[in-house]
């Protein structure tokens, strides 16, 4: 068995970005067994994103990923004994890059990953300042990608990307996300505190 820092590097093999995702989402499934736990297995998710993403040509120093991390709930997060808010909140969970917002209102036009996760679908935003209501966490992200995570068929949290070129996502990425957060979710224990 590979170390698993080594889950991150791409074979000279990987040459397209739906091979990219195979090998991505083929590691993810190694590197959780026998792991349930969610704290962990975000936060091996993120990292391993990061890494082989930014390890790829089409990323990388042409297009670099800047952050890949998760916002959950509010319930899923351990607190303080204050009263739930109003309105549900997004609390930033694992993550790899530069500190982030802390938390995000979940109101539809709140943002990439309020939409994405009121919606429960996937949102590829090819220039951040362009979309309405946008929240720049980070100054140099100009396109972002936010995949909802939905466990039972609640929305619990969101994955979300950014990159520091315009367009740095589409399609292929779209599918090959959703996809990680498939396998992510089906290897993963998300106890919902009510």
């Avoid at 890494?51 to 607190?79: C, H």
């Avoid at 309405?132 to 619990?156: L, N, Q």
Wanted: with cysteine; charged share 20%.
């Amino acid at each position: 068995m590979l170390p698993h820092a080594d889950s991150s590097h791409l074979p000279p093999d990987v040459q397209t970005k739906p091979q990219l995702y195979a090998h991505i989402n083929e590691q993810l499934v190694a590197l959780l067994e026998g792991q349930r736990n969610w704290a962990t297995n975000l936060s091996n998710a993120a990292s391993l994103l990061y890494w082989s993403l930014n390890a790829f040509p089409s990323f990388g120093s042409t297009k670099p990923v800047n952050w890949t991390g998760f916002y959950l709930l509010s319930p899923l997060l351990p607190s303080s004994s204050s009263p739930r808010p109003p309105t549900p909140l997004l609390l930033l969970g694992p993550f790899h890059g530069r500190p982030a917002c802390q938390s995000i209102r979940v109101i539809p036009g709140a943002g990439v990953c309020a939409d994405a996760f009121t919606s429960a679908r996937t949102v590829v935003v090819p220039d951040v300042d362009a979309y309405p209501g946008h929240i720049a966490c980070d100054g140099d992200t100009k396109s972002e990608v936010v995949v909802p995570i939905v466990v039972g068929g609640r929305a619990m949290g969101v994955l979300d990307l950014d990159c520091e070129a315009l367009e740095g996502f589409g399609e292929e990425d779209r599918e090959g996300l959703e996809e990680f957060v498939r396998v992510l979710v089906e290897a993963t224990d998300f106890e919902v505190l009510d």
